[in-house]
């Protein structure tokens, strides 16, 4: 006997070889299932959690489908709340005068800037860093829908990360003037003590 000669079953049949006795049906199965295929090429029942089936008549959608369309949702509400605060925040820090009026009146100190227009160049910098943030946001949000994997974090993080970083710029000309730096600590240690 050659070693290329069939191997022979029990019915004395050559064993099929490479799917050649298969259905069509059963070759696109093992095909689209590579679980079943290999449990059939080690001689073993394919599981019925791996078997090709179609999905029932009135099947719910799976949970992996609505938790993918709940990442959507959030992740697509997540970004326009970020386009919304960065439309709202870029023109107020462009306007550093306006913004550090504003925001010592709402800390309730009566301070100005000795030099207001010092402050822009931080407001400017601090609407670069939320434009584009939230356009890298965007762009790290859609590649990562594309490729089926959990978006939501990652419009939440940026917007976490550029809020931080923005507001520490907003605020290094309101510390940088020593007269509003004494007006807010007189008017923080003054509320403390009462």
Known sequence: MTDDAPEVDPDGRPRPQFGEYATPEEQRARIRQPETTAALSNGQAPDERTTPRGPAVGAAPSVRGRGRLV??????????YGLFIVLTSIPTFIDYGGFASTFLSALGVSATLADPGAGRGWGLAASLVLGVGWLVAVLLSFANLRAGRITFWIPLVAGIVCNLVSSALVIIPLVSDHAVWSAIESTLMGSAGR
Do not use: Y
Not at 71 to 80: E, K, P
């Open 71 to 80: 990442d959507r949702v959030v992740t697509g509400v997540l970004l326009g």
